[in-house]
């Protein structure tokens, strides 16, 4: 049911004239028209998609409802009891998994973004490409095809991350 929300919205603003959502000006647009935020928190939320969706190769209009369907906007929120946390409600695998390509993230809205960014991107990726499977497997951590695949990989990545630590 989040998944089709998030794509009904998704697609209602791209109706409305926010399909070039490529710079920080109509992603705040984007984000001004879903709720009415401080204009300082805003640009630094609008700044950090544009940034991390250019990193990962997102749509940054689909971060922009992924992070308002999720958090509504709000940083360091705790949701589904203490096992998925922040502004794109990552749990601890993905925390765990993007750690070494969020290490240049200076504050936390840009750390919770690029974290959900990261997992959102290795999801589609996993996928095969589609967004919408890397959605159901962003919110449900499954994707039927290539479930097995994700955790080999999960795990390999840790395990090179753990060996580069000592």
Known sequence: MKIKFTLLICTLLLI?????????????????????????????????IRVYADRYNLPPLLIVMIVFKESSFRVGVVGDHGRSTGLMQTGRLAKRF??????????????EICEGSC????????????IRAGLTMYASGRCRAATRRTYWLVKQRLKLWEGLRR
């Open 16 to 48: 409305q004239g926010f399909a070039r959502a490529d710079n920080t000006d109509n992603i705040t647009s984007a984000i001004q028209k879903l709720k009415k935020l401080p204009a300082d928190y805003t640009y630094q939320l609008a700044n950090s």
């Open 119 to 130: 997992w959102f991107a290795h999801a589609r990726n996993v996928c095969k490409g589609s």
């Open 98 to 111: 993007c750690r070494s390509d969020c290490k240049t993230a200076t504050s936390q809205v840009d750390r």
